[in-house]
């Protein structure tokens, strides 16, 4: 197994019961929870919470080790991966290999606009963007100008699916609910946060309805929703956008983050390029209907790597591909007949757009506002891993959506 | 007030209902409860839990406002004081001036050291210190030759006072309990933990009969007590120590931490040239009985700063000096006689050795084991910040100590 996110997790606990030894190679020691990750940032919850370490998952499974590293080549034909330490490089053999290594953020090209857009992909990026906002308003308080006090407490967030929407709603919530008493110079309730989309919609994969009514509920607690602007400029002070028809336009902003595109882990284009697989132009992996790797039965690349059908990279599709390639591989041991193709099970998406409102799409069914917030509250519960994440999660989102407090506020490093 | 540690958050407190404007200056956001900072370092608690946002503990206190910035210069005459933040510099006058701006830590000279053996002052530091223990497992499990493995699994503490015997104790049930089905090819129960000090006895502030007592109950839960020991030399595999005798000896280890000593913060020294006053042998302000600074009835040095009848930098020096100053300053504002020395009211002190033991000297009672974990449970728990801290810490606790699990096991930079 490359990777301990949901598609290197799902599929060695699938094979807890087979005759197998797993390695699980992964280059942090913890799962992250991703669609958590935002509630990170923005104070809620603490890195634990949505961070347990992979190898406490796995105690009880003893057919697992988990091993640190980054897996830097596959050779394919040798059967073998490279993992790379901290301590020295280790080579691994395989007889089966399943490639969950994940996306990485994308710029589409402007790598540079990184460093002052942070995305949000890692428990790192959540932290420094915890640093960044929760710090904006700290450095807020010191300017006497105006304008500056004004650039500070600007907030773009570039891309308006899930965790745009899930991010800008939080820092609104910030601003106007949390730090309400906090500040004795400015007010945080006027601070201005914009969410940018290239699209002419917010949550599009949610259909028209459930877009109108995000959008409509963002306007109500304070989001600015700007579409059809491409972002062509992110500096230190601010961003520059251009619109349809080539207009620019600068919006003068000191906390930026990026939450509008993936790309594969390099790793997916290394396995495409030795096995003569194509990739998509996110960077992801075309792969056989079963998930495995074109003229490579005994290799699986699952979850945000894998191109298969346009499946959305999303913790469903890591968990069921996962599942689907350790059922393969079981079958494979016991001499059944393999190259079933794997079939995605649509249980639905969610997004949070603001304490107690929500917008769910699960099969033909439309859902949105205090019934599917209730729905994104237990599914979430659901799926947290250990029984104490969730009731210290439960607590914090007590304190959090019925108080109006932020528990994990602290910031490390200066931004 | 400069400093949002026990020091200036209780002199803030304190001056509640007077008539008086305050500015609190810190260069972190949070007030840091110190006490349990170990237990960050450890994976037990998440940093939010001891590390709440200052401004919104002081959110209800009007008469109070948080500035971010570094104080790097108090002008004695001109009654300012300059602080610097990453936007600019400000200068805040001032009437009356509380200073507790603490304490680091101290390496005697060898301030090279640090890069090897890290303290644990603040959070930065119990978030490396944390990636360090964890990391020196993960680490471990990778390596083949046996003595590097052992490397990686001996962990040294330097200074066997409080924070070093909760350190050595909480690595201890690390290895022994919380991670031992974790890994696969290492036995964490092997891990050898050395616990040195230059003196001649554990926690000797505690008394003979808690010394004797605590030193039993480390070697029980598989600490290794190593007294008379000087620490010459630091490097990144080992540390060098000489004997009374000057028989020099090296310890193999990967993972080093140093609570040995501590030093005024840079500002006392500046303080005392200013004023004349003198400053003890680890850097802190001599004051009046009062503590207000010689000449100065306006500048108060109050906590770890100040040095006063040698009194000890502890929690409830700090908080009881910093009400006293506060008392101090009320008296002044309403024409009544000032000067009254500060009289320290010595509630106890106490130290976690292990998991339901700990030893606690309250005036003339020494208790220890049982009784005294449960005290030290009672007593963190009432000066915890926030009711919502409490309770997570409490589950946290129970998670840990009742449990076996660690849920604050994120590591987020390697060492």
């Known amino acids: 197994m490359i990777g301990s996110g949901f598609g290197g997790l799902f599929a060695t606990k699938a094979l807890r019961d087979a005759p197998v030894e797993i390695t699980l190679v992964a280059k942090t020691s913890h799962h992250l929870f991703q669609p958590l990750l935002y509630q990170v940032a923005t ?62 953020q994308s710029y589409f090209g402007n790598d540079h606009f990184a460093e002052h857009a942070p995305g949000l992909k890692t428990i790192e990026d959540a932290l420094d963007l915890r640093a960044r906002i929760f710090g904006a308003f700290e450095l807020a308080e010191l300017e006497d100008d105006p304008a500056l006090v004004q650039r500070w407490l600007t907030f773009v967030v570039v891309g308006a699916g899930a965790t745009g929407v899930e991010m800008a709603g939080q820092i609104a919530e910030l601003a106007h609910r949390t730090l309400k008493d906090n500040f004795r110079r400015i007010d945080p309730t006027r601070s201005r946060i914009v969410l940018l989309d290239a699209a002419p919609s917010v949550l599009g994969s949610f259909g028209e309805r459930l877009s109108t009514i995000a959008t409509r509920q963002l306007a109500a607690i304070g989001v600015e929703v700007r579409l059809g602007l491409k972002v062509v400029g992110v500096d230190d002070t601010g961003i520059d956008v251009v619109d349809h028809e080539g207009h620019g336009q600068r919006i003068e902003s ?42 490579h039965p005994e290799v699986f ?48 998406s969610m997004a949070t757009v603001a304490r107690f409102h929500a917008v769910a799409s699960v099969g033909r069914i439309r859902v949105a506002g205090f019934p599917a917030w209730v729905m994104w509250l237990a599914v979430h519960l659901a799926y947290l891993v250990g029984y104490k994440n969730r009731l210290t999660t439960l607590l914090h989102w007590a304190h959090s959506f019925i108080g109006r407090g932020r528990a994990e506020r602290v910031v490390t490093r200066r931004s």
Request: charged letters at 20%; one cysteine or more; glycine letters at 12%.
């Open 254 to 295: 000191m906390c930026k983050m990026w939450a509008a595109g993936v790309t594969g882990n390099p790793l997916g284009a290394q396995l495409a390029a030795a096995s003569g697989a194509g990739t998509d132009r996110v960077g992801r992996v075309e792969v056989n209907p079963d998930c495995t790797l074109p003229g």
């Open 301 to 348: 690349v699952v979850g945000d790597l894998m191109a298969l059908e346009g499946l959305p990279g999303v913790a469903q599709v890591a968990i069921q591909s996962a599942e689907h390639a350790a059922g393969q591989i079981v079958r494979r041991l016991q001499g059944e007949e393999t190259g079933q193709p794997f079939r995605y099970k649509d249980k639905g």
């Open 43 to 104: 104070g809620i919850l603490a890195a634990g919470e949505v961070a347990p370490a992979t190898r406490d998952i796995l105690r009880a499974q003893r057919n697992a080790r988990v091993l640190l590293g980054e897996v830097t080549d596959v050779d394919l034909e040798a059967r073998t991966v490279t993992s790379v330490a901290p301590n020295g490089a280790t080579t691994i053999a395989y007889d089966s290999l399943v490639v969950a290594a994940g996306a990485t």
